[in-house]
C-alpha cells in the first residue's frame, strides 16, 4: 500500500531549504521546543475557553475574553468586527504577505449547556472542549511562543476568533472576514478540531433549502379533488431521489427532513423537507442545485395540473435557502499546502489523511486564497455531543505544527523568504 506521502510529488527543495534554515534557529527552535514545555499552560487557556459558554449566535462573552488574552499577550491591535470576530494582529517588518490564523470561537451547543469541565487523568470532558477550544488555545499559544522568543516575521499574522463555523452559522464570521474587506489576506489556516496527521487541500460545498408546498387543504372526502401539498411534495421526492450525481468531483444530496400535514383524513394544507446538496467542485454544486430547484417547481405545476387547480387551489412553492457554503479545491504545490506538509515532516508527524472538509477554511478556497485546516494535537471523541472529550497526549504537537506553518508562510526576519505570495 502507497502512503499518502509518496502518492503526492515530493516537497520542493527550496521548500526544505526553509525548514532547515528554520530548524537551524535558535530562537525558533527555543520556541518549538517551549511549545512542549507550556503543554499545561495551553491546556489551562482551552478549559478556561470552554468554560465560557458560546452558544450559536451567542459567541460575545467568549469572543471579549479571547481579545484579552491576545491584548495580554501583547497584540496592540485587537478589535471586534461588526459580525463578532475578534481580529488581532501582529505586524511584521513590512512589506511581507498576510496570513490569518484562525479558531472557531462558536459551539454547537444552546445556551444553558453545562460546560464545566471534568478531568480524568489527561482526559478532560465538557462540551466544546476539542472543537474549537483546542484551536482557540493553539493559536494563543502560537502568539506566547512568537512574543517570548521575539521572532520578527516578515508578513503579518492575524490571529482571529471567527463566530458562526457551526451548522446553521454557515460560516458567518469568514464570510465577513472576506467579505467586508476590511484585512487584507494572502493566506488562511484554521485550527479546528485536533488531528495532527491530516491536511486539508479542499473544501466541501454545500447549499441547503427548505421547500415548503402550501395549498387549500380540505377533507378527504367532501373536498377530494383538491391539489394536496404532500403529494406535491411526494412528487419532488420520488424525482430527486431518481438524480445521478458525479462520483468525481463527489456530489450528493439528500432530502434530510419532511414534516407536513395535519390528520389523517385531511388533504394536507402544508408539507414541507429540507434538502442538503454537497459538492467539492462549485460547478457541479450549482448544476444539481438548479437541477433540485427546478424538479420542487415542477411538482407543484404537476400536482395542479392532476387536479386541475387554478388560482386559491393551486398548491404553491416556497423557497428558503438555509445554507450555503461555497467550496473549492487546490492544487497540491499550494503554498499552505507544502508549508504544513514540510512542517510535519520536519516535526515527524506523519501525513495519514489529505482531504476535503467543510470549515472555515471554505470561504478562502472558495475565492482562490490559499488555505488549509490543521488540527491542534492531542486526541478528541463525541464532538457535537454533550459527551464531548478532548485527550492531551503529546498535545504539544499541534501548537508546534501551527507556530512552523506559519512562520515558513509569513518568512522571519533575515532569515527566510515567505512561502506565501501577495495577493493582488
Ligand atoms: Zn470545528
Do not use: C
Not at 28 to 46: G, H
Amino acid at each position: 500500500m502507497t502512503t499518502i506521502s509518496e502518492r503526492l510529488a515530493p516537497i520542493p527543495q527550496p521548500v526544505l531549504d526553509i525548514f532547515d534554515k528554520l530548524s537551524s534557529n535558535q530562537a525558533v527552535s527555543d520556541a518549538i521546543t517551549q511549545a512542549q514545555t507550556d503543554e499545561q499552560l495551553t491546556l489551562r487557556d482551552q478549559i478556561e475557553l470552554t468554560e465560557i459558554e458560546a452558544p450559536p449566535f451567542h459567541e460575545e462573552v467568549r469572543a471579549a475574553n479571547f481579545a484579552e488574552r491576545l491584548k495580554a499577550l501583547g497584540l496592540e491591535s485587537v478589535r471586534i468586527d461588526k459580525e463578532g470576530n475578534v481580529i488581532g494582529i501582529r505586524p511584521g517588518v513590512g512589506n511581507g504577505p498576510r496570513l490569518v490564523l484562525a479558531a472557531h470561537l462558536d459551539t454547537v451547543f444552546p445556551a444553558g449547556t453545562p460546560v464545566k469541565v471534568r478531568q480524568e487523568g489527561t482526559r478532560y470532558y465538557a462540551p466544546g472542549i476539542s472543537d474549537d477550544a483546542r484551536g482557540l488555545a493553539v493559536i494563543l499559544e502560537v502568539l506566547r511562543l512568537m512574543q517570548q522568543y521575539k521572532i520578527e516575521t516578515v508578513g503579518d499574522v492575524l490571529f482571529v476568533g471567527t463566530v458562526g463555523e457551526e451548522g446553521n452559522g454557515d460560516l458567518r464570521g469568514s464570510k465577513y472576514l472576506f467579505g467586508s474587506k476590511e484585512e487584507h489576506i494572502d493566506g488562511f489556516i484554521s485550527v479546528d478540531g485536533v488531528n495532527i496527521n491530516r491536511v486539508l487541500h479542499g473544501a466541501t460545498g454545500s447549499r441547503r433549502y427548505r421547500a415548503i408546498y402550501e395549498g387549500p387543504g380540505g377533507h378527504s372526502w367532501n373536498a377530494f379533488g383538491n391539489a394536496s401539498a404532500i403529494h406535491a411534495l411526494g412528487r419532488a421526492i420520488a424525482k430527486i431521489a431518481d438524480l445521478h450525481t458525479p462520483e468525481d468531483p463527489r456530489t450528493t444530496f439528500t432530502v434530510g427532513t419532511i414534516v407536513g400535514g395535519t390528520t389523517v383524513n385531511a388533504i394536507a394544507a402544508k408539507a414541507e423537507a429540507e434538502i442538503d446538496m454537497r459538492s467539492i467542485n462549485n460547478d457541479a454544486l450549482n448544476t444539481l442545485v438548479e437541477t433540485v430547484l427546478e424538479i420542487l417547481q415542477k411538482a407543484a405545476d404537476e400536482e395542479n395540473a392532476r387536479w386541475n387547480a387554478t388560482g386559491d387551489k393551486e398548491v404553491k412553492l416556497k423557497l428558503i435557502p438555509i445554507g450555503h457554503r461555497p467550496g473549492g479545491d487546490q492544487s497540491d504545490d499550494t503554498s499552505v499546502l507544502l508549508a504544513a506538509r514540510g512542517a510535519m515532516e520536519r516535526l515527524g508527524i506523519p501525513l495519514l489523511k489529505y482531504t476535503h472538509a467543510s470549515t472555515d477554511q471554505n470561504v478562502a478556497m472558495s475565492l482562490g486564497i490559499p488555505a488549509t485546516t490543521l488540527g491542534g494535537g492531542g486526541s478528541e471523541g463525541n464532538n457535537h455531543n454533550v459527551t464531548e472529550w478532548y485527550d492531551s497526549t503529546d498535545s504539544y504537537l499541534g501548537p508546534q505544527l501551527a507556530l512552523l506553518t506559519a512562520l515558513s508562510l509569513v518568512g522571519v526576519k533575515e532569515l527566510t523568504t515567505p512561502l506565501l505570495s501577495k495577493q493582488p
